[in-house]
């Protein structure tokens, strides 16, 4: 199902276009519950006794599971159909953002005045990642060409038709079930000040304002576009957070200035090298006893070589050529080679409380339990899913 | 027929599954290319372009029968939009049986 955003950016749109959204969603659906199992049974039961035939052995990896898939038609009818739905994504969404583009300003000045701040840096490089690529097949990335204005609702709505109602109206379902995890396991923790990066158009950041209503937000991303729409999306639900068009790696707050340091979805659209500049940054702006969090891709050293090779299939078909090779990272070593203590890592799979309830979350705390990381619903955004968080305390 | 696929190499000599088609990753306009010939990708596409707009048509009809019915529940379109797919698309799934 697709779903009906909850906040006043929603659009109008025509009947057609709706039925439009509707078919991609429900196709995706199709594809990623019922062909993505028919791949794994055409896997199971002839693939991987064919390869066992020829070398004696398993395949050890995504690479090789990939290497074995290709020519099966399984195969070629779960990522034919794939591909083309995702560009169906935005195809569906951005003609009535264009249309809708006078309403939306309208509505963002009406709510320019309420708490909250944007500010912009015309002269920000901006990384080849975000430009040179049209992530997810999104025409344009996150900076836009022809629509750049238009660029954070076609994001918006773009997400509300790929996620198939699996991220909530709000399209905050990370947010809320990270926030969930850490406040229900650490209690006494009590971020003042919280900071989010590449925030793209907010909606994972939120879910924190909303958790921690006392502290200070701060949210940033190089791309100005999906900036200026978030702003006013958050402004228009009543939560005051402060926008800055800033690069991760170059983080222009003072030493020690936060008590989390959040990112959901963003390492693995960066280069390796870009990652280990993003952690220094985060451990230098955090104060001590502050945590760095990321919601990310559960990484292939901890799932097995189908899952894996499931998994990077977007690298390699959906315009994220960083995905494998931050997947391929230990996340605990990311983390200590910026300089955290490896016994002040942690690394979590938490329910999502659009598919399971918050309570689920609360149980699985109290009963100090965790979901494994290989299991078939980790990072997959299909019934059922968990997402995998890790991250470390600062000292 | 299975000896001629034999001879054009579409099958194993065990009459197995089909061996892999030698398509590269991407195809020349440097878009992921799934089939032997290009073409067949850009067919895919069109195919579920078209299938997305005969559903716009199927959910104008249900707006119309709606309108023009007096009482009675109404529909699902999630529910009738998985069937129609479910039909439509029948041809990709695997007999896991």
Known sequence: MTVELLHDMKPEIAPDEAARQRFVSGLRSFVLNDLAADMRHAYESRVLPAFRKETGRDPVDGIEVHRALRGDPAFKAYSATRVHAQRMVWNSVAPVALRDRDKRRRAAEAVAAQPGSLSLDSALEMPSNVTAIDVHLMPGSYVGREQAEDTGAIYDQGLAVFSMGLMGRNLDDIGLSMSAYIKARYPDFAPACILDLGCTIGHNTLPWKQRYPDAEVHAIDVAAPGLAYGSARAKMQGQAVHFHQMSAETLGFPDASFDLVFSSMFLHEMPRKTIARVFEEARRVLKPGGLMLHMELPPNTQMGAFEGFYLDWDCYYNAEPFYKAFRDEEPSELCTRAGFAPDDYIQFVVPSVGAYGEQAVADMVASEGSRAVDSQTTGRLAEGVCWFGFGSWAR | ?97
Do not use: H
Request: aromatic share 8%; glycine share 8%; hydrophobic share 40%.
């Open chain 2, 1 to 97: 027929m299975l000896v001629r696929l034999r001879k054009l190499g579409a099958v194993s000599e065990e009459g197995g599954p089909l061996r892999p088609e030698p398509a590269p990753i991407y195809g020349p306009d440097g878009r992921p290319q799934f089939f032997g010939d290009p073409a067949t990708d850009r067919f895919v596409a069109s195919l579920l372009n078209l299938a997305s707009e005969v559903w716009a048509q199927e959910e104008r009809i249900l707006a119309l029968e709606a309108r023009s019915s007096a009482s009675g529940p109404p529909t699902d379109r999630d529910a009738v939009l998985k069937q129609f797919i479910e039909r439509v698309f029948a041809p990709l799934r695997e007999d896991q049986g």
